[in-house]
């Protein structure tokens, strides 16, 4: 470029640089200012040189100096410009990086130090300005640098513009620019809250200061009042009474200097105290001097004389005239002389915050009381040349040695206040002013203002990295095109990440869009694949295959870092009965949701499995103590004391977990996962929604329950079932009534075991509807014989399962004709649950089997969830109270509530309520006050054999 083309951008630039600097943005209360000319110097140092550039930097910073007082940035800006033309000449960096490197290291320590060292200004106030001037820095790089690649794109055509630099920079503005911005507009609004804070203090105090002032004049006017209203009653001549009343109300009002009534020719008749302290009695001198006087007389109103020092108090005192009028003639007045030294405590007391000071003043702008130190009464009031700034009532000034003309702006606000005046009533001509000092509130202002700009600094760094990082990878080579198809093709099955590089030539261009579409296909596919292969469909967590995959990995890390490895088999309580009442469907949507609630509970490094139907395994690498573990099991259980929805209803289920750890108890996923199933049982065991620790014992366990299976399979055959009875009694004649049948198991090798023990080995074998067909076959008969005889019923249990079947009521009615059954002496019991799986089938059901002579009872009930709108329609005969209610009762009231509420809807439905689980009297006692018909339980007679059951029988009856 021509020296002549060189000037004339030289010239421009200084120009536009010259008219940005006239215009500043104001971040707080118009003393922390950002400008932009000096990026018209960086520019010119980028396009024209060092020589240029330090021209138009001793121009921009003459003109600082002039306009702003600004003795700090003129010199740091010729040491950005020097500091950045070394840089890019030692090390080819670019403008923008050159510019940022020098605010980041030197720039802002170099504010700092002038303004600390060179001007004395507070460290705060350095502080929070050297952190402005960086990020004012930074944006001034930045434009910069987009100016001198846009001026070398249109006006140097002969110039090489970088394209990732251009890139790199437009990435760099299109982030800081709105983060900026955004500061700026969070600093207007800190400010304008700031503004709005104090005057609405300001405000709240002038008011409660103002009012409690008024209040107390109004008190001693009201009581001079009262005293001319003596005059006017008594009337001049009863000077006696009048001298009474003005003692006491010169004793009621201590604060009170003096008191007197004087008549209409202003002699005083009474005087209170009579004698002043030179020893003048006061009674009869004449006021007529007085300008009080004349005013009273004149308007017949009251009046508030000037403040003055008492003579002999040597205090300030106001005093107050109000008139005595009758009947439109005037009488006289009385007068009191009001001490105001009260006023200093009221003052004080509504002043007691840091920087408030509030001064009251008289008509004649005298001071009466101030909070100020060093302040006397009646002395001028001096308001000095009040600035009031934009902001209606921050008043600039400058006081003290410490300022200098060259301070910045900013250290104004040391010396700034908010002020404001407000008069009182027009007759007292009082006016109350108060002085607020920002200082008190800079610190937390500062510190504000100095996040602002650090967030802004590290965010505006974070976009540099990042800027950098996209421009790096979005102008690679065109060359590497083949290098990186032939990673992306050999690693598809890894998904690999497309890092193709992009070009404007248009053949390779479509060649690598090509591509990326072809192998974003294919690696959908795969990812396809891998969803089949390695997830449960329903869920979306890890099915079996991807869990075992898991755990090896999770192994080999514990081997090398020495920590252990938690396997968690959690499986689901209850949830086959909700399968088998409520449907599959149902059953599939409450999976859906447990897995969502277990993926909540786990961090990202464990892994949350779909084992199959209800069961899930988690793994938990990299354990360190098994208290972490534990913690993770008891959260696990916390997730379901919310109820599960479904169809509109709730449904609450809880869950049960096992617990292997690796290498203690297992050395492979599947002795893992096997020994965390074991542990999964024993927690079962123990009360279910209960997690449990794997154990050499339970490995023992497993083996039994094997052998248990084994044995069951031919237990019927081999005819090692059999029915034991327990005694149903009536409460109101305490007789037997009926019995219920009861499976028990006599094993060869350990005698009699535990319904609880092997009938949910009946339900997983799936034998339960065999042997249930067994027992009531057994039942039956006994049926015919024990009805016939001695007219007693029995009851039979009857399975989800079985009532499921299709075929149920056939089978029934079958089994009762096999064995000449009496139907009328059979009550079938079915659980409240599996009645409700389809209330319309179940009515059908037992309308079919109540035709044929058999009685139904509604086993559980109250742990269900019915609804009474179908259990009404219920043909039923009995409603059996469930044991955990009737064994609460004594002790819990909500237990009684529901046994009550269950026996009195049993009597509104005309059906017999029967209460589970009778141990002591003290239950029968209540059963029989809440009107209970029937009652079983080891209190009448535990479960026992066929012939003792007989034998019960014949002895109650009296056989």
């Known amino acids: 470029m021509k020296f002549k083309g060189k000037l004339a951008v030289f010239i421009i630039s200084t120009l536009i640089g010259l008219a940005l600097n006239l215009f500043k943005l104001p971040l707080f209360l118009n003393s922390i200012n950002v400008l932009f000319g000096e990026a018209l110097a960086l520019f010119v140092l980028e396009v024209l040189g060092l020589r240029f550039a330090l021209a138009t930097s001793v121009i921009l910073g003459i003109q600082r100096f002039i306009l702003h007082n600004d003795v700090v940035m003129p010199p740091v800006l010729i040491l950005s410009v020097l500091s950045i033309y070394l840089l890019r000449r030692l090390s080819y960096m670019n403008l923008i990086f050159a510019g940022w490197l020098f605010w980041a290291s030197v720039g802002w320590i170099a504010v700092f130090l002038i303004y600390t060292e060179l001007l004395n200004i507070n460290s705060s106030l350095a502080i929070t300005l050297s952190f402005k001037e960086a990020v004012n820095g930074l944006i001034n790089v930045t434009m910069a640098s987009l100016l001198a690649l846009l001026y070398g794109y249109y006006f140097e055509r002969d110039r090489k513009v970088s394209y990732v630099e251009l890139i790199f920079v437009s990435l760099i503005v299109v982030s800081i620019v709105p983060m900026f911005l955004k500061s700026v507009h969070q600093a207007k609004e800190g400010e304008k809250d700031f503004v709005r804070s104090v005057r609405v203090d300001m405000e709240i105090i002038s008011d409660n200061l103002e009012e409690s002032i008024l209040y107390w004049l109004n008190i001693h006017l009201n009581a001079v009042k009262e005293l001319a209203n003596r005059l006017v009653v008594w009337g001049p001549e009863n000077r006696e009474q009048l001298q009474r009343d003005t003692e006491a109300i010169r004793r009621a009002f201590s604060e009170f200097h003096a008191c007197y009534i004087a008549d209409s020719e202003a002699t005083a008749i009474t005087f209170y105290p009579e004698i002043n302290p030179k020893g003048k009695y006061m009674i009869g001198t004449n006021f007529n001097y007085r300008p009080y006087y004349k005013e009273v007389k004149r308007t017949h109103k009251h009046t508030f004389t000037q403040v003055f020092i008492a003579k002999f108090a040597l205090k300030p005192v106001v005093g107050i005239a109000v008139p005595a009028v009758k009947e439109g003639k005037f009488l006289g007045y009385a007068y009191c002389g009001l001490r105001l030294d009260r006023l200093r405590s009221v003052v004080r007391e509504f002043s007691l915050k840091e920087g408030v000071f509030v001064t009251l003043i008289d008509k004649k702008n005298r001071i009466i009381v101030s909070n100020k130190e060093g302040v006397k009464p009646l002395q001028e009031f001096e308001r000095g040349e009040l600035k009031i700034t934009s902001f209606g009532l921050v008043m600039e000034t400058f006081r003290g040695e410490h300022d200098s003309k060259f301070n910045p702006p900013a250290d104004r606000l040391y010396h ?193 499995a779909r084992f199959g139907g209800d069961e899930f395994v988690a793994v938990i690498p990299d354990v360190r103590d098994l208290k972490d573990v534990v913690q993770v099991a ?311 054999k066929e012939e003792e059951a007989e034998a019960l029988i014949r002895k109650e009856k009296g056989l």
């Open 416 to 608: 700034s206040f908010f002020y404001r005046e407000n008069k009182l009533r027009e007759d007292v001509g009082w006016t109350v002013v108060m002085e607020v000092s920002i200082v008190p509130y800079l610190k937390e202002l500062m510190s504000k203002l100095n996040t602002n700009f650090l967030s802004i600094y590290a965010l505006a760094l974070l976009s540099f990295l990042l800027a950098r990082f996209l421009t790096s990878i979005s102008t690679k080579p065109v060359q590497k095109l083949a290098d990186a198809i032939g990673v992306i093709t050999r690693n598809l099955e890894k998904n690999p990440p497309l890092n193709l590089p992009g070009t404007n030539i248009a053949e390779i261009k479509e060649l690598t869009e090509s591509f990326r579409d072809m192998a974003n296909k294919a690696m959908s596919y795969l990812e396809e694949l891998k969803k089949m292969a390695y997830f449960d469909p329903l869920t979306g967590l890890p099915n079996r295959t991807l869990l075992r995959d898991r755990i090896e990995s999770a192994i080999h890390f514990a081997n090398r870092n020495g920590s252990k490895v938690a396997i968690l088999f959690i499986d689901l309580d209850y949830f086959k009965t909700v399968n088998d009442t409520l449907g599959h469907d149902v059953g599939d949507r409450i999976l859906v949701q447990v897995a969502k609630r277990l993926s909540s509970v786990f961090r990202e490094t464990d892994t949350v």
């Open 634 to 944: 008891e959260r696990i259980l916390s997730l379901f004391s919310t109820p599960f929805e479904a169809n509109g209803e709730d449904i609450y289920l809880s869950a049960s977990v096992g617990i292997a750890v690796y290498p203690d108890n297992g050395e492979n996923p599947t002795e893992l996962i096997k020994n965390a199933d074991m542990a999964m049982y024993r927690a079962k065991e123990e009360g279910k929604s209960n997690f449990s620790f794997f154990t050499e014992e339970m490995n023992s366990k497993a083996v039994e329950i094997l052998s248990v299976k084994n044995k069951l399979h031919k237990a019927l055959e081999r005819g090692e079932f059999l029915l034991y009875y327990q005694p149903i009694y009536s409460l109101g004649d305490n007789s037997i009534v009926g019995l219920e049948a009861l499976l028990r198991w006599r094993d060869p090798d350990r005698g009699l075991v535990s319904p609880a023990k092997f009938m949910p080995i009946l339900e997983e074998l799936g034998l339960v509807k065999e042997v249930g067909r067994w027992v009531m076959g057994e039942a039956f008969k006994k049926s015919r014989e024990w009805g016939d005889r001695y007219g007693i019923y029995v009851s039979v249990n009857i399975s989800p399962r079985q009532f499921m079947d299709r075929n149920f009521v056939k089978r029934v009615l079958q089994i009762a004709s096999d064995t000449n059954a009496n139907n009328e002496h059979v009550v079938l019991e079915i659980t409240e649950t599996s009645l409700m799986r389809n209330p319309e089938e179940s009515v059908s059901i037992l309308k079919r089997l109540r035709a044929k002579g058999f009685k139904v009872a509604v086993d559980d009930f109250g742990t269900g969830y019915s609804s009474l709108a179908y259990l009404k329609r219920l043909p039923i005969d009995i409603i059996k109270v469930d044991m955990t209610f009737t064994q609460g009762m004594v002790k819990s009231n909500v237990d009684r509530s529901i046994v009550m509420a269950v026996i009195g809807l049993s009597k509104s439905l005309g059906l017999k309520s029967l209460a589970e689980g009778v141990e002591t009297r003290e239950q029968v006692n209540i059963l029989r006050e809440l009107g209970c018909d029937l009652a079983q339980g080891y209190l009448f007679g535990k479960p026992m």
